[in-house]
T-cell receptor, first 117, second 114 residues
Framework: AQSVTQLDSQVPVFEEAPVELRCNYS??????LFWYVQYPNQGLQLLLK??????LVKGINGFEAEFNKSQTSFHLRKPSVHISDTAEYFC???????????????FGKGTLLTVNP | NAGVTQTPKFQVLKTGQSMTLQCAQD?????MYWYRQDPGMGLRLIYY???????DKGEVPNGYNVSRLNKREFSLRLESAAPSQTSVYFC?????????????FGPGTRLTVL
C-alpha cells in the first residue's frame, strides 16, 4: 500500500522568506506525484505535477518541486513567499488500483502555510 | 465553463436524517470522485466513478451511496446521517490518462450533523 507523509502540519514564515514544504511517499513502483493548493474556503487546485523526465518541476505562482527517487521525496519550494500564498498544501500520489486499471489519488494530511507580514 | 459545481454549499442535519449532495461537471470528463476532508486527515476518497455507469468504493465508503446519473452528474447520498459524517465534502472530476490526469475540484459542501 502506498502512503504519503507530509512532515510538517504547519509552517509559519515571514513574507519574502524562502519556504520548503516536505513530502515523502512510499511505493515500490513508479509513481505520479502532485501538489495541490487549497485557499481558505475553496476547493483544491493543481499547483504542479511530476510525471516523468526532468526531476525539477515548475508550477504556478513561482512554486517548484524536486522529485528524488532515491529518497522517495517530492518537496515543494518557493524562493520568496507572499501573503497571498497563505493556504493549505497537499502532496498526493497517483497509483494504479490493485488488480485493476484505475488509478487512485492518495493525499497527504496537508501542510498549512501561513505567511506573516 | 463553470467547471465542477456542488450543491448545497452548507447543510445542517439532525442524526438520522437523509440528504443527497449534488455534483455536476461541464468538462466532459469520464471520471468523477467524492472525497471528505476532516481536520488533520487530508482528503479521503469515499466513492468514485471511472466512467458513466460504473461506481466503486474508495477508502471510506461506509454510510454513503452514490449514483452516476449521467456523464455530467455524480451524487452522494447519506441515508441516515451520523455525527461522524460531519465534514467538508468535495467532488472532483478528471479525464483519465493512465494516472497522469489532473483532478478538478468543486468548492465543497460543509455538512454538520447534530
Amino acid at each position: 500500500a502506498q502512503s504519503v507523509t507530509q512532515l510538517d502540519s504547519q509552517v509559519p514564515v515571514f513574507e519574502e522568506a524562502p519556504v520548503e514544504l516536505r513530502c515523502n511517499y512510499s511505493s515500490s513502483v513508479s509513481v505520479y506525484l502532485f501538489w495541490y493548493v487549497q485557499y481558505p474556503n475553496q476547493g483544491l487546485q493543481l499547483l504542479l505535477k511530476y510525471l516523468s523526465g526532468s526531476t525539477l518541476v515548475k508550477g504556478i505562482n513561482g512554486f517548484e518541486a524536486e522529485f528524488n527517487k532515491s529518497q522517495t521525496s517530492f518537496h515543494l519550494r518557493k524562493p520568496s513567499v507572499h501573503i497571498s500564498d497563505t493556504a493549505e498544501y497537499f502532496c498526493a500520489v497517483n497509483l494504479r488500483d490493485s488488480g485493476g486499471s484505475n488509478y487512485k489519488l492518495t493525499f497527504g494530511k496537508g501542510t498549512l502555510l501561513t505567511v506573516n507580514p | 465553463n463553470a467547471g465542477v459545481t456542488q450543491t448545497p454549499k452548507f447543510q445542517v442535519l439532525k442524526t438520522g436524517q437523509s440528504m443527497t449532495l449534488q455534483c455536476a461537471q461541464d468538462m466532459n470528463h469520464n471520471s468523477m470522485y467524492w472525497y471528505r476532508q476532516d481536520p488533520g486527515m487530508g482528503l479521503r476518497l469515499i466513492y468514485y466513478s471511472a466512467s458513466e455507469g460504473t461506481t466503486d468504493k474508495g477508502e471510506v465508503p461506509n454510510g454513503y451511496n452514490v449514483s452516476r446519473l449521467n456523464k455530467r452528474e455524480f451524487s452522494l447520498r447519506l441515508e441516515s446521517a451520523a455525527p461522524s459524517q460531519t465534514s467538508v465534502y468535495f467532488c472532483a472530476s478528471s479525464d483519465p490518462s493512465g494516472g497522469t490526469d489532473t483532478q478538478y475540484f468543486g468548492p465543497g459542501t460543509r455538512l454538520t450533523v447534530l
